[in-house]
């Protein structure tokens, strides 16, 4: 959702005129809650896994996607666009199919290092695929791919680290670590936090996003702390347009690895503290290697979380002469111009180069 949200911006930028956007998503996902934040117009269609599942749920899930593409169809017939971006996800297939079947130019996004089934399907007809490092090109015919980088928002590359921190009333000159783990949670680093926190919150400020799920139990937690203590904790389920804020407020942040990391980070010259889901197949360790080989991040395993975090991360704050480092090292991997460089892919294959438009992202 968040690259497409960036390539939105700077398409809507780009544009002399107005052009009309689409966003179809799948049905109560949290794509359409941040669409309608964003003053997007936004279609549901039904969508579903269909690797890695027992054959039920991988027989429900293709009569999901079965009515999708009627649902798809009927989108792409009422909206005409020009062309339609696709960023990955199930939900993408029945409207990359509708698309095509109209002739109308489809641009696949992928922010992986390594692309998933529903991108391997596609990419035969898709127009161009654009992707964020050229290591990924090889996964594509000859002159099918396009590295553009990471699409990220503008806001990224003009966050101020100390307007960041007076956002969330931190205390000037100390240590600021960022933990989260997505909108829902991850309780393995929720747990792991929780279980070290007195300790931690001796050495540094924390902001902590636990997701929604484990929200109640950690703000128990939270109460629990000495006044102290609390004074340099904040806490919250989740955060949309302050997320921002909550990255450039800190010197280090502890996270999962999905995609976003690989733009995000980078944007922020962030050092980071990578727990791949352990269950989310190999992207996400695949993700964590890349920062880790290039210097801008450590790993932990999921299993090793609670022997290995409040180690790692006052080991690091120790070294600033290392952590700086690592920044350094992951700004050098920001793409400013991505989102940019996509939203011009899709005008040319919408059939200009500006001018009015419609366009279909997903």
Not at 9 to 28: C, F, N, P
Not at 105 to 129: H, M, Q
């Amino acid at each position: 959702m968040y690259p497409a949200l960036a390539v939105v911006e700077a398409l809507t930028g780009q544009v002399s005129r107005d052009v009309s956007l689409l966003y179809v998503g799948s049905e109560g996902g949290v794509e359409e809650r941040l669409a309608w934040r964003e003053g997007i117009a936004f279609r549901a269609i039904a969508a579903g896994q269909i690797r890695g599942l027992a054959p039920w749920t991988v027989a429900r899930n293709l009569l999901r996607l079965s009515r999708g593409l009627v649902q798809a169809r009927r989108v792409v017939a009422e909206f005409d666009p020009q062309v339609v971006l696709v960023t990955g996800g199930y939900v993408c297939v029945p409207v990359a199919l509708a698309a095509w079947a109209r002739r109308i130019p489809v641009l696949i996004y992928l922010p992986d290092l390594e692309p998933g089934l529903a991108i391997r399907v596609l990419s035969g007809l898709a127009s161009r695929v654009a992707v964020s490092f050229p290591e990924v090109t090889r996964y594509f015919g000859a002159g099918k791919a396009v590295v553009t980088g990471y699409p990220v928002r503008a806001a990224f590359f003009a966050a101020d680290k100390a307007r960041a921190r007076a956002t969330f009333d931190l205390t000037a000159g100390e240590p600021v670590v960022t933990v989260f783990g997505g909108s829902r949670g991850a309780r393995s680093i929720n747990r792991a936090l929780c279980a070290v926190l007195d300790e931690l919150l001796e050495c540094c400020q924390v902001i902590h996003l636990s997701g929604t799920l484990d929200a109640d139990w950690v703000r128990e937690r939270a109460e629990s702390l000495s006044p102290a203590r609390r004074a340099r904790y904040r806490h919250y389920a989740y955060l949309h347009e302050e997320m921002v804020d909550a990255l450039a407020a800190a010197d280090l942040v502890v996270a999962r690895a999905g995609a976003s990391t690989m733009g995000e980070f980078p944007a922020l010259g962030l050092p980071s503290i990578l727990v791949p889901y352990p269950y989310a197949g190999q992207h996400q360790e695949v993700n964590a290697d890349y920062l880790v080989q290039r210097g801008a991040a450590l790993k932990i395993a999921d299993a090793d979380l609670g022997t290995q975090l409040l180690p790692t991360i006052r080991s690091l704050l120790a070294d600033q002469e290392r952590l700086a480092e690592m920044g350094r090292r992951a700004r050098a991997l920001a793409r400013p111009q991505a989102a940019q460089h996509i939203a011009q892919l899709m005008m040319e294959l919408a059939g200009g180069s500006g001018g009015t438009g419609s366009h279909v992202v997903e």
